[in-house]
Nanobody
Framework: VQLVESGGGLVQPGGSLRLSCAASGFTFSASIMSWYRQAPGKEREFVATITSAGGTTYYAESVKGRFTISRDNAKNTVYLQMNSLKPEDTAAYYC??????WGQGTQVTVSS
């Protein structure tokens, strides 16, 4: 099983980034997928989740209206579109698959 995140980087406040997570080794199209994040010195926290067919999504209150989770089951990939980024969004972002698999994380830094 592999979950490989990409798309992180340094962005100014108010900017946007799109994270991707490419999955392999399990039945992606049948799996709920999620994004979590962990800031330095803090516990890992839930960001967003999407059901297997993509019909239902859930978001943490802190990102609702700014972030959008989506998926492409033909590409075994889940995305996190992040808009109106704030400094407090700075964290390592992790893909979480099927309630048991974690990616290695991608760093997002929001700073001027």
């Amino acid at each position: 099983v592999q979950l490989v995140e990409s798309g992180g980087g340094l962005v100014q406040p108010g900017g946007s980034l799109r994270l991707s997570c490419a999955a392999s080794g399990f039945t992606f199209s049948a799996s709920i997928m999620s994004w979590y994040r962990q800031a330095p010195g803090k516990e890992r926290e839930f960001v967003a989740t999407i059901t297997s067919a993509g019909g239902t999504t859930y978001y943490a209150e802190s990102v609702k209206g700014r972030f959008t989770i989506s998926r492409d089951n033909a590409k075994n990939t889940v995305y996190l579109q992040m808009n109106s980024l704030k400094p407090e969004d700075t964290a390592a972002y992790y893909c979480y698959g099927r309630g048991e698999y974690w990616g290695q994380g991608t760093q997002v830094t929001v700073s001027s």
